[in-house]
């Protein structure tokens, strides 16, 4: 609604600058940029220019306050999630809705909480339901301006001298939200109805307190209202102990440099990027493509005949450097989304490109919209990364936006390495699983639900010229932990038998991938309990880089009806990790019905009071041949178990035994002959590569691949004209050529 439609309505003064309605501001901020290529069309950066100490003093007032607000509020959460790992952060935002400002936590939302709040502008929520001081709005609709509805967001709109100077944001993620399957990242879900508890940006609060209704209905909207309500009062502390500061620097420093400071901080902000992209990457076109398996064939009779088919997700992600160092991301020829929870939302993406921008090109704490506006991201209409589909489900989007955005790392590490930028280079991030979770009666006698974070202490992917760190860091939380066992233990109804780094999981390079582990529980003080696996185990989502190889694909392994209790009974021993897949410790240690497969996504399976249940956590990627690894470094590994002893010469070529001591020592003639004849056998089944092209070609024409490789590539196809012309070009195809239906 325009300023003068809002005076002729009667309704109340426009909450925006200079008598201007939020939607004005939105729409001639947007205008600006557009037209002068510049924030708030600043053409000096007068405030730093003028008084730099100053300039700084602001920014670290706000960055500090708001750091400060995430710590404070983190204690309040009593979710593990929330308080031991770190899975929430706040940002400061203008009257339009771009970030001045970001807290540590979890980096994807920069820009999801952007999206909200410019949804809620250019909806004319100043008009109705009103936007007025005390006021708490919440969002966690992806369609909105989120990535799952598992992300929870309040919004505080910050006012002074009765106009609106900006918003304050916070996130966190949820144990549960009301879905069909308990836990906050169900799968098996078709359709949004099955998703559970979304609030599409809606106003909860007035004069800072809950309204009654709201607090009402999420006592029955989640399994457990009580974490849900106090990550609620989390996230509006925090946004309140923001709301302080900026008001206190205001009345410090005076409304009209406040006002300057944040349109100069994102244009500077925005510079900065750009200067970063010239300087640390070459201009050209980098491309990465990206698949995730999504098999409900396995389902079928669980699930609707049209869901009950396997398919493969298709992320072309093509990164193109301009020449002006505008950076251009590109999924064209993205597959189409599917009747699965694994679909994503443009918010969603945008969640994904600040994930790797934030560790990436954005090496200080400087982090806000500037950057975002040195970027354009294409996500097709209709694909997975942007469903024509207003029910698709997106309960699960990560599933497939960390595959996607592998190929950013890849990219710009093949960019950086270019530039000579060598301790930038990193082999991908690896595709963050086992995410274990569950729900049912808890062992406190009530329904509950629950997800393990563990899988924010991955292993991270090798570096040029360093090997990955063990179990460390996820993708989306590169501060990640995985939690005191206590703090796990005391949320869901499963007792830790062991918790292990895990051998192999890193991919082999010249540097390897760095470790992801593995945790043995068993269900406890519950007669029943519903179980998933949620992570990659037919194939390989993410590769690694320079020859290194990708990270070990996981598998599920429960044993039901064990016989545990008599071996507790009578303390007889009982397994404590896996070790090896080929030769596993807990079928030598426990009987039982054995469940062991590749199905890492499959529905809620039901597990009984000592059934055991294995999580693996994905280890990272390599970086190089694997005939260039330091053979002392292999002898190492065989020293700490993170290497299995077989592998050492069918992976890399060394022969090591071990002394009395138990140490590896390295033959270090034998392993150069060994070398030196797999560098032989290499080159003996090697082909010309117009002879492989050629031969693959062929098997291109004919289709001959399985159903699902056959139908992402229709649907690419059919929804990008690009794609196809330069799929039949690069493979000299006829101009009317399509797969197979």
């Given at each position: 609604m325009t ?10 003064r426009?909450?925006?600058?200079d ?10 901020s947007e205008?600006v ?19 730099p ?13 708001i750091v ?5 509020a ?27 400002t970001?807290?540590t ?5 920069v820009?999801?909480m952007?999206?909200a709040?410019?949804?809620m ?10 936007i ?7 969002n966690n609709?992806p ?5 799952h509805?598992?992300d929870?967001q309040?919004?505080v709109?910050?006012?002074y001298?009765?106009?609106l100077?900006?918003w304050?944001?916070g ?5 549960d ?8 990242m169900p799968?098996?879900?078709?359709s949004?109805?099955?998703d559970?508890y979304?609030?599409?940006?809606m ?6 307190r ?9 006592q ?7 974490y849900w309500?106090?990550?609620e ?5 925090g946004d309140h102990?923001?709301?302080q500061?900026?008001l ?5 420093e ?6 300057r400071?944040?349109r ?8 900065g990027f750009?200067?970063?992209v010239?300087?640390?990457?070459v201009p ?10 999504v098999p ?13 088919r ?8 093509k990164?193109t450097?301009h020449?002006?160092?505008l950076?251009?991301?590109d999924l064209?020829g993205?597959s ?7 679909n994503?939302?443009?918010?969603a993406l945008?969640g994904?490109l600040?994930?790797g ?7 200080n704490d400087?982090?806000n919209d500037?950057a ?8 097709p209409?209709?694909?997975?990364a942007d469903p024509?589909?207003p029910?698709a489900?997106?309960t699960l ?7 996607a ?13 270019a ?14 699983g ?5 729900g ?5 006698g009530?329904?509950?639900?629950w997800?393990?974070?563990e899988?924010s202490?991955?292993g991270?992917s090798a570096r ?5 760190e063990?179990?460390?860091a996820?993708?989306w939380n ?5 939690g ?8 869901a109804?499963?007792l830790?038998l ?8 890193g991919?082999?390079?010249k540097?390897?991938?760095g ?14 309990q519903?179980?998933?696996h949620?992570?990659?185990g ?8 320079f ?6 694909t ?5 044993v039901?009806h064990t ?5 507790i009974?009578?303390?007889?021993p ?5 070790v090896d897949?080929?030769n596993s410790?807990?079928a ?22 000592h ?7 994905a280890g990272?990627?390599?970086?190089g041949?694997?005939?260039?690894r330091?053979?002392q470094?292999v002898?190492d590994?065989?020293d ?12 890399y070529?060394?022969?090591?035994q071990?002394g009395e001591?138990?140490?590896w020592?390295v033959?270090a ?11 032989c056998e290499?080159?003996?089944r ?5 002879e ?5 070609r062929e098997?291109v ?6 159903y699902p490789?056959?139908?992402?590539y229709?649907q690419?196809?059919?929804?990008s004209?690009?794609?196809?012309d ?10 009317d050529?399509?797969?197979p239906?």
């Amino acid at each position: 609604m325009t300023t003068a439609a809002l005076r002729d309505s009667g309704t109340r003064r426009p909450a925006g600058w200079d008598g201007k309605s939020l939607h004005e501001m939105l729409t001639d901020s947007e205008e600006v940029f557009a037209r002068t290529g510049r924030y708030g069309g600043v053409t000096r950066l007068t405030l730093k220019e003028e008084d730099p100490i100053r300039y700084e003093k602001i920014w670290s007032r706000l960055r500090g306050g708001i750091v400060g607000a995430r710590e404070t509020a983190l204690n309040i959460s009593a979710s593990p999630v929330v308080r031991e790992l770190g899975e929430l952060c706040f940002g400061l935002y203008t009257p339009e809705g771009d970030s001045i400002t970001l807290s540590t936590g979890i980096m994807a939302h920069v820009h999801t909480m952007s999206v909200a709040i410019k949804h809620m502008v250019r909806s004319d929520y100043e008009e109705n339901p009103g936007i007025a001081d005390g006021d708490i709005f919440v969002n966690n609709d992806p369609f909105t301006g989120n990535v799952h509805n598992a992300d929870v967001q309040s919004f505080v709109p910050l006012f002074y001298g009765g106009e609106l100077v900006g918003w304050a944001g916070g996130v966190t993620h949820e144990l549960d939200v009301g879905a069909r399957q308990p836990t906050g990242m169900p799968i098996g879900h078709v359709s949004r109805f099955e998703d559970g508890y979304i609030l599409p940006c809606m106003k909860v609060g007035t004069n800072d307190r809950l309204h009654r209704d709201y607090l009402a209905r999420s006592q029955t909207a989640v399994r457990m209202p009580f974490y849900w309500m106090l990550d609620e009062k989390c996230r509006i502390s925090g946004d309140h102990i923001i709301r302080q500061t900026v008001l206190q620097l205001i009345a410090d420093e005076g409304i009209e440099t406040y006002k300057r400071f944040i349109r100069e901080v994102i244009e500077d902000t925005r510079r900065g990027f750009v200067e970063h992209v010239r300087t640390m990457l070459v201009p050209g076109v980098y491309r990465s493509p990206a698949f995730a398996d999504v098999p409900q064939e396995v389902d079928k009779g669980k699930l609707p005949d049209f869901a009950a088919r396997d398919s493969l997700m298709h992320s072309p992600m093509k990164i193109t450097i301009h020449a002006d160092s505008l950076l251009e991301l590109d999924l064209d020829g993205a597959s189409k989304w599917g009747y699965h929870c694994f679909n994503c939302t443009p918010a969603a993406l945008q969640g994904g490109l600040w994930v790797g921008l934030t560790q990436t090109l954005i090496p200080n704490d400087k982090v806000n919209d500037g950057a975002y506006l040195g970027t354009r991201l294409h996500t097709p209409r209709g694909t997975w990364a942007d469903p024509d589909y207003p029910l698709a489900s997106t309960t699960l989007s990560w599933c497939f936006l960390v595959p996607a955005f592998t190929a950013l790392f890849r990219g710009l590490s093949m960019g950086f390495m270019a530039r000579g930028f060598l301790e930038e280079v990193l082999a991908g991030y690896p595709v963050t699983g086992n995410i274990a979770q569950g729900g049912g009666m808890n062992q406190y006698g009530e329904d509950g639900a629950w997800t393990n974070f563990e899988m924010s202490a991955s292993g991270m992917s090798a570096r040029y010229g360093l090997d990955g760190e063990n179990s460390c860091a996820a993708i989306w939380n590169p501060e990640g932990d995985m939690g005191d066992v206590e703090s796990w233990e005391q949320l869901a109804p499963m007792l830790f038998l062991g918790r292990n780094i895990r051998p192999n999981s890193g991919g082999p390079g010249k540097f390897r991938g760095g470790l992801g582990h593995e945790s043995l529980m068993m269900v406890y003080r519950t007669p029943s309990q519903l179980l998933f696996h949620v992570g990659n185990g037919h194939m390989f989502p993410s590769g690694g880089l320079f020859g290194g190889y990708p990270n070990a694909t996981l598998y599920r392994h429960s044993v039901k009806h064990t016989d545990l209790p008599d071996r507790i009974a009578r303390r007889l021993p009982y397994p404590v990790r896996d070790v090896d897949a080929e030769n596993s410790q807990i079928a030598a240690a426990t009987k039982g019905e054995v469940l062991r497969d590749r199905n890492m996504l499959h529905l809620a399976d039901e597990h009984s009071e000592h059934d055991i249940y294995l999580s693996l956590i994905a280890g990272g990627n390599g970086l190089g041949d694997v005939l260039e690894r330091d053979p002392q470094k292999v002898a190492d590994d065989l020293d700490q178990l993170y290497l299995l002893p077989r592998c050492a010469q069918s992976i890399y070529g060394v022969v090591a035994q071990p002394g009395e001591d138990g140490r590896w020592s390295v033959d270090a003639e034998a392993t150069t002959d060994l070398r030196r004849r797999m560098r032989c056998e290499r080159l003996e089944r090697s082909v010309p590569a117009e002879e492989w092209l050629r031969g693959e070609r062929e098997r291109v024409a004919a289709m001959d691949v399985i159903y699902p490789v056959k139908d992402m590539y229709r649907q690419s196809m059919q929804l990008s004209t690009n794609f196809a012309d330069a799929f039949r070009a690069f493979w000299n195809l006829p101009s009317d050529w399509m797969p197979p239906a």
